[in-house]
Each structure stands twice: as structure tokens, then as C-alpha cells.
């Protein structure tokens, strides 16, 4: 009514504000009682709509939900997505004390029992009960997402390899020569011509390939990674396949944007890069890519801008260019940690890796080295007793920190062969790391929360949940920042807490990364007409230095319940989504 009943935006703006206000205090001063529940989201509700209808954020966004509303409730018709009206029916409902969130459907309609009145002894048995059935609920959510230590899984993957072998001519011993897995990486159209013998394609994933290898855009698939796929496409293997086989989606924009890739420098590297091989966005780490390709390439990959093919010509760094990169870091002594990346840097020769480990160990305000890697994943017999060697040798207690960084994204990837190559660093004295990527494809209801438990039982720590950037030729692959909250709040949350030591975060172009679960470093500003939120982020340095923040605009959560939807699950298990901002 109080849209309807104003004549211009500007009126129903002063009449929303009274509202709020009136609201808010009517509970703040307990004149209006509400269960504490429901009164937590009311208050982030209240506070997201206030942000939503200040001219300021109005401003910035350059839309204004508010005339949306208003011209909807005014004449019936406001030109706005399902997703818009979607937004706003929960943000209304949670304003009101409303939202329709309980008893969460996805924990098998659990019965939560009163503890009213019950003390001791019996209370602690009632809970204990109840706390059984929760994680019983848990658990058969846990079994829909099978790993690499699956017994039939393992068998099936046995047969696979045997008639990868076959039909590349290799044997067992080749196959555990990470030398005979570099040279026979699928990624060119000889390589699709077997890749087609081995695997079956959909229409979508062979038309795929065969446009991204015709139009020399990133593609390439180990013969180790390929046998974690199923030889038909199945809800287990989707998220290996996915991490390799783009859609179509990305294959067209990646062919409109041609052979200037430089506007898909989301990180804005160029802009952060004070010498060739060197990026630094914070004050004590900076990052150096002696190596600028990998074995296989990541879909979904930050450096897809700069990246031609699997061991591209000119990846590896002339010994000039990175001299003058080690040199830098001997010039710059506040850095005390820094990131070995690229590409992938175990591609390098053991000589060329200990080169830059050795270069750098040097430096006495060095530490801190990261070594980042998919090798275990995609290579794992890279990972060998003599790399290792080189690793445990710079590892020097009370002076220097090795770790290894990987990136894991679904407990599909896990296998007994990549747990060896683990223990193998690990001997090394090496602590080993996890930076996940969340994407569509792995952020079903307890995906990730089988992630974290494979992960740690091969001795991986999660480290960093990555909320997937938004960079629009890999729209397929995103997710509501809203879905990553819920995760970590409503899955992650019911693990024990050395199971779940990542931290979810979006990486700020220019800036670096910002920690998603505080309301501090984010906020939302703005529901666009087609039900897209966009954020504001505030740079780390907030409080330190005058920083404009970054203005980001989300996959609408309506957009990504349908794609849920048609994957085979119930938006319904998903519903309090919504009251993630």
C-alpha cells in the first residue's frame, strides 16, 4: 500500500524510510516482540532495503529498484524478471517476520525438538538424540557424491585406463612416467580424433571441442585426468568434465573477443605486474610465474587471458627475464611470502624448479614459499622422490616455510594415486593447501562438504573457498554469492572445525581478496530489473587508504535455482538462499 498510495518514486522513497525506521525501532525498543530467529533476518533484511532505495547506491548502480516497484504497484506492469519479483517477495517477507524457512527441507523435514523446561541429564540425552538424527540426515546427503577411493568407481577406472593404454599404444610403466603423460595430452584435433574413442561426448561438449581447437582457444586433457572420467556422462563426473570441456557459451565469447584476450585480465594482472613474471596486490606477498602454461587448462582458468595451449612455445621464462623477476624480490625486502604459480610451475625441469626455489631462499626477508599446483591432480606422478628431495631441502625450520597450494575442486579428482603423491610432499615436510573454486558444478547441497572430508583424509588443508569470479565468458560456471554464504553456514558449519578451515572469498580485480562473511568488507546496493544483486566491495585497505570500492554484479539466485532445477535438484532444499546477502 505504500507504493500504490504514492504519486512519484519520491514519495514512496519517504514513506519506504518512515516505514523502516518505524519498524526497525518498534522491535529494537521491544515494542513489537518477534522470535530471535526471525528477528535476525529481519534486521539484514531491513538494512539491505535501505541500501537498496538510497539515491547514493541509486547512483552508483545507475538503477533504481525502487521506481520499479513503485511503477509495479502503481500501473501493474515495471518491465522486470521473475528473478526481480522473486527478490523482493523473500526480502518483503523477511522484513515482515515472515520467511518460510523452517524446519530446513534439505535435513529430511528434521525434527527440531523443544529443550523447554528440560534440564540436566535428560536434556542432554534429548539433545544428543537430536543431534544423531542431524548428522544421520548429513550423511545421506554425503553418499550421493562418490570419490576416487570408491570401490567400483576405482574398478570402473581400471578398465578405463587399460583402454586408454591400449589405444595410445603405452603400458603400465608409461603410464606412470609423468614424461609419457606431458607428451600425450589430448590437445589438438589428432588428440580429439582419440579423445572421441575414448569417452563418450554429448553434442554439445564434441561441437565444443571442436570449435575451441579450430579457433586456438585453451583446451587440453591429461590421459590421467581422462580416466576419472566416466566413459558416458553421468551427475558424478560432470564437475571433471566441466573443469576441462567448456560450453558453448564460452567458446563463442572466447571467439568474439579473438586473439586480443587482454579485456579477460579480470585481476587487472597487467595493472599489478611491477616487472615481467610479478604480480603484487598486497603489502608482504607477491606472486612470480616462471612458467606461463599447465598440462591440461582449467575452463574456467584467471589467466585464460595470456594462455594459448597445453606447454605452450615461450611459456617457460628466458633465464633473463626471470633473473630480473628474482632480482626484484631481492629489491623489495617487505615481501616476506611469496606465491610460485603460472601456468603451473612443476611442469618445470627439477634443475629450473630448484633454480627459483634456491633464488629465493636466499633472500632473508623471503619467509614464506607457496608452490601452486594441479600436478596431483592432473599429473600426480610428477610428484616424484627426487622433487621431493628438492622441496625438503629448503625447508629449514624457524627460518623458511615451504607449503604447496593446490586447487582440488571435487572429490572426483581424488585418487589413491594422487593420496601417494600427497604423502610424498608431505615427507618432504611440506604442509599442503586447498584453494577451491566454487562453482555451479560442484555446489550442490553437501558437494563441497565431501571435498573438505576427502581432502583432509589425504592430509590437504582446505584453505580458501573461491567465490567464482565474474568474468562473463564463464557465466555457465557461476553461482550466487548468496549460495557460497549458505554453504559455509549451513553445510560446512555442521563439520568439525579442522575439516572446514577454508575461508570464502571473492578476489577484488586490482585489489585482491575479500572475506565474503563479513558484512564489513561487502554490501548490497542494488536489485537489478533482471533479479541480478549487485554488491559493493570494499577494498582490504578500508581504514588504512582512501580505496574506491568495486562494484560487482552477481548471477541472479532465480537464474541459478532453474539451472539447479534442471540438474535434478529441488530449488525447495535451497529455499532460504535468499536470506544470504
Not at 519498524?23 to 522470535?35: P, S
Request: with cysteine; glycine share 4%.
Amino acid at each position: 500500500m505504500l507504493l500504490k498510495s504514492s504519486n512519484t518514486v519520491e514519495e514512496a522513497r519517504e514513506k519506504m524510510i518512515h516505514y523502516l525506521e518505524g519498524l526497525e525501532w518498534a522491535y529494537r525498543r521491544d515494542v513489537t516482540q518477534l522470535a530471535s530467529w526471525h528477528y535476525i533476518i529481519l534486521k539484514e533484511a531491513v538494512r539491505c532495503m535501505k541500501n537498496i532505495i538510497s539515491p547514493r547506491n541509486e547512483r552508483l548502480a545507475l538503477s533504481s529498484s525502487l521506481e520499479y516497484l513503485w511503477k509495479a504497484a502503481s500501473t501493474g506492469d515495471a518491465e522486470v524478471g521473475y528473478g526481480f519479483i522473486q527478490e523482493f517477495h523473500h526480502l518483503f517477507y523477511a522484513i515482515n517476520g515472515k520467511t518460510n524457512i523452517y524446519p530446513p527441507l534439505f535435513l529430511d523435514k528434521l525434527n527440531i525438538p523443544s529443550f523447554e523446561g528440560i534440564y540436566g541429564q535428560e536434556a542432554s540425552i534429548k539433545r544428543s538424540n537430536y543431534l544423531d538424527e542431524l548428522s544421520k540426515s548429513m550423511s545421506n546427503h554425503l553418499k550421493r557424491y562418490p570419490s576416487g577411493f570408491n570401490e567400483e568407481i576405482i574398478k570402473e577406472r581400471i578398465n578405463h585406463k587399460l583402454k586408454i593404454l591400449d589405444t595410445l599404444g603405452g603400458t603400465e610403466d608409461d603410464w606412470m612416467d609423468w614424461r609419457w603423460q606431458f607428451k600425450n595430452v589430448f590437445k589438438d584435433m589428432e588428440g580429439f580424433s582419440i579423445l572421441k574413442q575414448l569417452i563418450e561426448l554429448t553434442p554439445e561438449e564434441e561441437d565444443a571441442i571442436h570449435l575451441v581447437l579450430e579457433n586456438n582457444i585453451p583446451f587440453g586433457i591429461t590421459p590421467h585426468y581422462l580416466h576419472l572420467m566416466d566413459e558416458k556422462p553421468s551427475p558424478n563426473d560432470i564437475a571433471v568434465r566441466k573443469q576441462v570441456i567448456p560450453p558453448m557459451s564460452y567458446v563463442k565469447k572466447m571467439i568474439e573477443v579473438g586473439e586480443d584476450r587482454s579485456s579477460l585480465d579480470f585481476m587487472r594482472e597487467s595493472d599489478t605486474s611491477p616487472v615481467n613474471l610479478v604480480t603484487r596486490r598486497y603489502p608482504k606477498v607477491a606472486i612470480i610465474k616462471p612458467y606461463d602454461s599447465c598440462p591440461q587448462i582449467c575452463v574456467y582458468c584467471q589467466r585464460n587471458w595470456e594462455i594459448t595451449c597445453p606447454f605452450m612455445p615461450g611459456a617457460m621464462a628466458d633465464k633473463e627475464n626471470l633473473d630480473n623477476a628474482l632480482k626484484w624480490f631481492e629489491e623489495h625486502q617487505e615481501i616476506m611470502d611469496v606465491l610460485i604459480t603460472g601456468g603451473d610451475p612443476l611442469v618445470m625441469s627439477n634443475n629450473r624448479i630448484e633454480y627459483v626455489i634456491k633464488a629465493l631462499s636466499q633472500i632473508e626477508s623471503i619467509r614464506s614459499i607457496r608452490i601452486a599446483t594441479r600436478i596431483p591432480i592432473t599429473v600426480p606422478m610428477r610428484i616424484t622422490t627426487e622433487l621431493c628431495e628438492i622441496f625438503a631441502k629448503y625447508q629449514e625450520i624457524g627460518k623458511r616455510y615451504l607449503s604447496m597450494v593446490l586447487h582440488v575442486e571435487h572429490p572426483y579428482e581424488i585418487t589413491y594415486h594422487m593420496a601417494d603423491a600427497i604423502k610424498k610432499v608431505k615427507q618432504s615436510q611440506l604442509d599442503v593447501y586447498n584453494q577451491q573454486v566454487f562453482t555451479f558444478y560442484n555446489s550442490r547441497r553437501f558437494e563441497t562438504v565431501v571435498l573438505r572430508m576427502k581432502l583432509k583424509e589425504i592430509g590437504i588443508d582446505p584453505y580458501y573457498n573461491f567465490n567464482m569470479k565474474g568474468k562473463e565468458e564463464i557465466e555457465d560456471y557461476a553461482v550466487p554469492m548468496a549460495r557460497i554464504l549458505q554453504e559455509r553456514k549451513e553445510e560446512a558449519r555442521l563439520l568439525p572445525g579442522i575439516f572446514r578451515g577454508d575461508e570464502p572469498v571473492f578476489n577484488v580485480p586490482f585489489l585482491g581478496k575479500n572475506h565474503l562473511r563479513a558484512w564489513q568488507d561487502h554490501e548490497l546496493i542494488s536489485i537489478l530489473p533482471d533479479g541480478r544483486r549487485m554488491y559493493s566491495f570494499h577494498p582490504w585497505e578500508k581504514n588504512l587508504a582512501k580505496v574506491n570500492p568495486y562494484l560487482y554484479t552477481d548471477v541472479s539466485i532465480q537464474s541459478y535455482l532453474d539451472k539447479l532445477k534442471n540438474s535434478g535438484e529441488d530449488p525447495a532444499d535451497y529455499r532460504s538462499i535468499w536470506y544470504y546477502y
